[in-house]
């Protein structure tokens, strides 16, 4: 008798968190993007679609840009993706810090 080979998983990215829930309450907004001179995209984010709203700002380097872009376009064979990034929140107009 033949013994079979011991099956091997791929092992999962140690920096790899568990997939978020979904969050439930999502609005409408809209999405601006932007590159610096040293390649740092800044997505801007609006949420709502009234003018005062809040804002969230993520950025990245051009190398987590480009994880990003992988992973939107499926090319990771992964259906999770850690993207370090950087964030910025601006509530919206009368909801911020006193």
């Given amino acids: ?3 079979l080979p011991e099956a091997t998983a791929e092992p ?12 439930p309450g999502v ?3 809209t999405v601006t ?3 610096d001179a040293e390649g740092n995209v800044s997505f ?7 003018p005062g709203g809040a804002y969230v700002e993520f950025i990245l380097t051009g ?3 480009g994880r ?5 376009l499926g090319a990771t064979g992964r259906p999770d993706v850690l993207v370090p990034c950087s964030v910025g929140i601006r509530p919206a107009s009368g909801h911020g810090a006193r």
């Avoid at 990003?68 to 939107?72: D, Q, V, W």
Wanted: hydrophobic share 45%.
């Fill in 1 to 3: 008798m033949t013994a």
């Fill in 27 to 29: 609005v409408d907004g």
């Fill in 68 to 72: 990003l872009g992988s992973a939107l």
């Fill in 12 to 23: 999962e990215a140690p920096d790899a968190p568990p997939a978020p829930a979904m969050i």
């Fill in 63 to 65: 190398e987590h840009a």
């Fill in 44 to 50: 801007h984010i609006a949420v709502g679609d009234t």
């Fill in 33 to 35: 993007t932007s590159t």
